[in-house]
């Protein structure tokens, strides 16, 4: 008789029993995904208590010296739910794609937060929009939550986002110069960004368009315009 799947609760008592005949004297050895047990020489194999670590096929080798017999493997399934790593979101973008991972569970469920979660939170991988209140105290914790399909209590696993500063760009303010005091010379700053970018216009920028403090040369054309528009944008966030 071989060994029967089951599904239980993290923490439980797992007993998995094989029955066997032959001459005597029987030997057995158990197997964990193909490779032997040490101590495990009995027709019962109890694992307590079982955690997810522990979640594999079990089988078991009997022998008598002559001939030897291997049982069907039995699954042992017990439920885990996982939230994902930690994340931080920037407050002007601060929808956040969450990632939760489900086995041998039902009934997912995330809490945590008085924001939505789209398209609800049963789903795995729902978006969460945050509250402005959520957004002004920094942090919030959401959890993911099974109760195993009634088989055990509430299984829960937590997550923790934080709400990093909005970036900001400031160009500078405008600039009046005659053609002879060409280049532009530009001074912007950022907050909380890696760095900036400026764009707009045709011309070059010494030495990079990375620069913040760059020297800008416009082309002909945008003198004889009169005029030409740079914009700083945050990068490296």
Request: glycine share 10%; charged share 10%; aromatic share 8%.
């Amino acid at each position: 008789l071989d060994p029967v799947t089951q599904t239980v609760c993290p923490a439980s008592s797992v007993l998995f029993r094989v029955t066997a005949t032959g001459d005597q004297p029987l030997y057995f050895m158990w197997q964990k995904n193909g490779v032997d047990i040490a101590g495990s020489n009995n027709d019962t194999l109890i694992i307590d208590p079982a955690g997810y670590a522990d979640t594999a096929q079990y089988r078991c080798v009997v022998y008598n010296g002559c001939n030897a017999d291997t049982s069907s493997a039995a699954r042992l399934r017990i439920p885990y739910v996982y939230a994902g790593s930690d994340m931080s979101v920037c407050q002007n973008n601060p929808q956040v794609s969450l990632s939760g991972t489900a086995i041998s569970a039902s009934d997912i469920i995330w809490s945590g937060g008085n924001g939505t979660y789209s398209p609800g939170a049963n789903s795995l991988n729902p978006v969460y929009t945050p509250t402005p209140s959520e957004l002004a105290a920094g942090t919030l914790t959401l959890s993911i939550n099974t109760t195993a399909g009634g088989l055990c209590t509430m299984i829960s696993d937590p997550m923790t986002i934080t709400f990093t500063p909005a970036p900001t760009a400031n160009a500078g303010t405008d600039q009046n110069l005659c053609e002879s005091d060409l280049p532009v010379l530009l001074n912007g700053t950022v907050v909380n960004a890696g760095g900036g970018e400026w764009t707009g216009g045709n011309g070059t920028f010494n030495p990079f368009n990375t620069s913040l403090t760059a020297a800008y040369n416009p082309t002909p054309a945008e003198i004889a315009a009169g005029s030409v528009t740079l914009t700083l944008t945050t990068t490296g966030i």
